[in-house]
Every structure is written in C-alpha cells, then in structure tokens.
C-alpha cells in the first residue's frame, strides 16, 4: 500500500536548521527530511558527522614531513606504516633530528707526514711540503720550491742563520710562508713591528702599512686544495621562514634565525658550502630572496636563491679583489669594491651592464652599503694613510668625505633605513661609531672591540664578525653595550655579515618602475635619477642623460 502524505508538508529544516548538527545538510522530503554528511566527513556511530579519516599509512620520508635534519647531514628512513626514523650521515653524529659535523682530524686519520683539515661532513689530507702523496699516504719527496720558500733561505742564508734564529736577525725582513709555500697574506717585520699586506707574489698592497702594535685586516687570497673524501655535494639549503643573519666563514655561507633581536644560536645551520671559495662581502635580495657575494679566490662575484638550487656565478672576469658588495633592490643594482683594482663598479643585478663608477682617490676601499629609497651611496677606504668614509649619489656624482679624523683600519659599514644611521666598526680604533649623514657631527657607540672585519643593523641591534674571537657579536645601539655571542661550530676566520629580512622595507626611488625610463642602467639619485651606458658599448642603442 502506497503511504499517504498531509496535504500540506511541513519543511523540518527551515523550522529548525541545525537539526542535522554541524558539517551536515539537511534536505526536506515531503513528509519527512533526511541529513547528509558534507564532503570529508561521514556519519559516526553516534549519528554526528565526523571527519573522514585516510587510512592508508603515509610515508613521511617520501612527503618530506618528517623532522630529520637536512639531506646534506641526515637521512631519513621508511619504517613502515607511518613510521619514520632519522640517522645521521657518515662524518656526522646525533639523533637524526640534529647532527653535527664531526671532526675527523681529532683522530688523525691522514697520513704523520700530512695536515688535516676538517671540513662538513668529511675531511682533507694535504702532505706537508717536501712530501708527496694524496695526504693518505705520503713520501718524502723533491718538490719545486715556491718563490716564499727560495726567498726566505736566500735571505736566511746570506745571513748564515736559521729559523730559529730568524727573530735576532736585526734590521732583516725574512718573508713569512704558510704550510703550502705562500706568501702569508699579512707579512710583519720582526725588528720594526711594521706590518703590511702583500699580494700572490708577495709584493706590498699599497697603503696597508702599519705601524707596530696593528696589523691591517689583509685578506687571504689562496684556498687549500681540495683533496676530500667523501665528496659533500655544493647545493643551497633552503631557509625556513622569518628573519636570517647571513655571515661567511671561508668557503661557506652560515645562517643565524633571528627571534626579535635575539640569535636562536642552537639553530644556526650551513646555508650554503663551496670549500674552494674564500666568500668575502655580502648582500641580500629582499624582493627575489636571493644572496650575492664576493669570493677573492677565483675572483668572481656569485649568488644563490634562499628557496634552495644550485649557486650560480654572474661575473668572473676583470676582477681584481672583490670585496664589499651592496644592493640597490629598487632600483635592481649591485654595487661592488674592489681593492686591487682600486675602484667601484656598478651592473645589473644578474651582473650585466657594468660600468666603473670611479677608478681614483682609492686604495683600499672595501665596506659598501645603498641607501636605496634616497639614491646615496656609501663606502670606507681602510688606506693606512688616509682612511675615510666617503658618499655620493648612485650615480656617482656629489662624490664627499663624510669622516676621515680618528679612523684606523674602518672594515665594515651599515646603513639603517629605518633610523637613517651610518654606522661602522674600526680594526685600528676598536670602536663602533654611527652618524647621520644628513647632519653633523658622529657618535661612538662602542669601544674596546677586538678586530672588527664585517657588520649589519637590524632593530636596535648592530651584529659584526670578529676576527680575533670568530664570532658573530650582537652590539645595543640604544645602551651602548655587546648582548650577546655566537661562535660557529667550526672555528675559522667569519667574513661578510647581512640581515635576510622577511620583507622588504617600505619605499620606492626613481628607478623602481619601468626602469625609471632608462635603455641600460638607471642609477637613482636624491629626488630623480640618471640614465648610463655600460662601459664598452656605447652605441645608438644606448641613451645617456638624467
């Protein structure tokens, strides 16, 4: 028997619409309603929607959500079902979720005739001079002598003395060679305290003499070879979100989380290692994610994307000494020093269109920063006999001194977009010291610093890298006092130091659209900007004018 129905039916889910309860839909039947679950959830036992559970196992290894540490340090291993477990890789030691490098050389694996050197995750053996061998196994053997060594005995030999009589050899300079035969890059003389910086050949840097009790910041311009085992792959590890200090250690870049101002030091990780390379300036992207840098040992200036992928280099040839580099992320320019070529150059960001912004008054110009919203330029020239802090536009014109009375060996450089501060750090004077560049006068923040090379502002913080403590120092602007220290697992020489910002400052300058209306470089200045050729390709193609 068919059932019958009221002639006129009443709708239960308008009466009453959460009837069904939540993540359901009630649908009105004449005479009746019925609840259904929505996508993703399914009636319990209770008669409620629940959500729907997958239950096929997930492998968390495949996914990539698992919590080991990085591939170049750990693995992660497929238990089954959902489980997981981490190890870490040859050459390094933990739990899996945080391992750190072991260091190979404590147990003197390489050859007695031969000098290790630890690096991630492996090691490198290096037969002393005058043996020969692949650092495992060694023999004494003739080796061609480097033009350090045969110096050295000429002059030691003239003298009829020996090394170890070397220090009473009075009025004498006998050249200092390191493990491999180079010219060490900082050279002193034992009877005057002088020192100086010198060249591959060992040739005097001009203007880096000092007098006794300082020794200039000279760079190191050979790398050890490489003779590792295994090899640890050149790869970018990508940065999790927030804010970075960026800081270079030799052949590798090191970063720092920042939470606030302060250093999370037991998260600092290797952002990026290419044990050939002697990173010495850097900078950031703040609009591509991506850092730049110097390296003095091939030279060439290169850089890498903070997602992760492999470095690339973007110039290499007509570099001398590559130092300091700044960006302009408005205007999509890089600017460089190079102190043996003595100038200041300009190009693209992927490193095209490049031109000499100037070529005189520098002799050891190294520190270099933008003010990109106001189209200023800022660098310091650590010449011993003339250190200064300089500015000018960015596209070199209103060239100026703005501080060159009590300065010393001044190595790193800052600008604060956010407070409009100048501020440096002094190898010679032991001081940090800031300005306003739109006003008089300049302020000494701090003193009693060891060796200063590299720094960087963010917030009320200034962070350097010190040369004597091979560390990353945090520095109160606002009380004048050094917070706190991070010294890297490895202990060698820090380099370059950068913020990588989570975001951009606010701003804009004359060339941030459409090129400011430029056909090559569009170089911004204080209110406009002015349009420039590269050098060498100057032609109808490219138009010059501000």
Known sequence: MAPTYPSHDIDECSEQPSRCGNHAICNNFPGAYRCE??????????????????QRPINYCETGLHNCDIP???QCIYMGGSSYTCSCLPGFSGDGRACQDVDECQSSRCHPDAVCYNTPGSFTCQCKPGYQGDGFRCVPGEVEKTRCQLEREHILGRAGATDAQQPRLLGMFVPQCDEYGHYEPTQCHHSTGYCWCVDRDGRELEGTRTPPGMRPPCLSTVAPPIHQRPVVPTAVIPLPPGTHLLFAQT?????LPLEGNTMKKTEAKTFLHIPAKVIIGLAFDCVDKVVYWTDISEPSIGRASLHGGEPTTIIRHDLGSPEG?????????????DSQQDRIEVAKM???????LFDTGLVNPRGIVTDSVRGNLYWTDWNRENPKIETSY???TNRRILAQDNLGLPNGLTFDAFSSQLCWVDAGTHRAECLNPAQPGRRKVLEGLQYPFAVTSYGKNLYYTDWKTNSVIAMDLAISKEMDTFHPHKQTRLYGITIALSQCPQGHNYCSVNNGGCTHLCLPTP????????????????????
């Open 325 to 337: 580099i700044a960006l302009d992320h408005l205007g999509r320019n890089i600017f460089w020093t």
């Open 350 to 356: 992927d490193g095209t269109q490049r031109r000499v």
């Open 251 to 255: 052949g590798k870049i090191e970063r």
């Open 394 to 396: 960015m596209d070199g």
């Open 527 to 546: 209110g406009s900007r002015t349009c420039r050729c590269p050098d060498n390709t100057l032609g109808v193609d490219c138009i010059e004018h501000k």
């Open 37 to 54: 679950c929505v996508e993703g959830y399914h009636f319990s036992d209770g008669g409620i929607c629940v959500a729907a559970v997958d």
């Open 72 to 74: 170049q340090r750990a």
